[in-house]
C-alpha cells in the first residue's frame, strides 16, 4: 500500500518562525516536520517548500499520481494562481489545503481560494496543527 505523503509549502513559508510570529508561531516548519515524522511513523512524509510558482507546479506534478496524498499550503498563491489551481484539479492524488492562519479572519483577498474547490478539504486557521489534521485524512 503507497504511504507517501507529500507536503507542499509555497511562498514565505521557509521563514516560519521568524516571519510575523504573531499571526504564525515561533516554530520553523523544519522542526515540525521532524515532530510529524515521528507522530506518523507508518507513513513516508515528504516536504519541499519553494517560493516559484513554477517549482510548486512542478512538485504537484511530479508527486500527484504517486503519491497517497498531498499536503499544500501554497501562501498567498492560493488566492491568485489559477496555474496552481489548474495543477491540483490535474492530478489524481487527494489534496488537502492548509493554512496556518485563519483567512476568514483576515485581509479580503485572503478569503478567496482558488485551489480550494480542487481540494477534498481545506483546514484554516489551526496553527501548525493544521498538517497534522491534514494527514490524518489519508489515513
Request: charged content about 20%.
Amino acid at each position: 500500500m503507497n504511504n507517501k505523503i507529500q507536503i507542499i509549502n509555497g511562498p514565505n513559508l521557509n521563514l516560519l518562525g521568524k516571519r510575523e510570529t504573531s499571526i504564525y508561531g515561533n516554530q520553523t516548519f523544519e522542526n515540525y516536520f521532524e515532530e510529524l515524522q515521528i507522530r506518523f511513523p507508518q507513513l513516508e512524509l515528504y516536504y519541499f517548500q519553494s517560493n516559484h510558482e513554477g517549482d510548486l507546479i512542478d512538485k504537484i506534478h511530479d508527486t500527484g499520481f504517486r503519491f497517497k496524498g498531498i499536503v499544500l499550503n501554497a501562501g498567498a498563491l492560493t488566492h491568485y494562481s489559477y496555474a496552481l489551481a489548474d495543477a491540483v484539479r490535474a492530478i489524481e492524488t487527494p489534496v488537502v489545503e492548509v493554512h496556518i492562519s485563519d483567512i476568514f479572519q483576515r485581509e479580503d483577498f485572503r478569503k478567496v481560494s482558488l485551489t480550494a474547490a480542487h481540494c477534498v478539504k481545506m483546514i484554516s486557521g489551526k496553527g501548525l496543527e493544521g498538517y497534522a489534521e491534514a494527514i490524518q485524512i489519508f489515513l
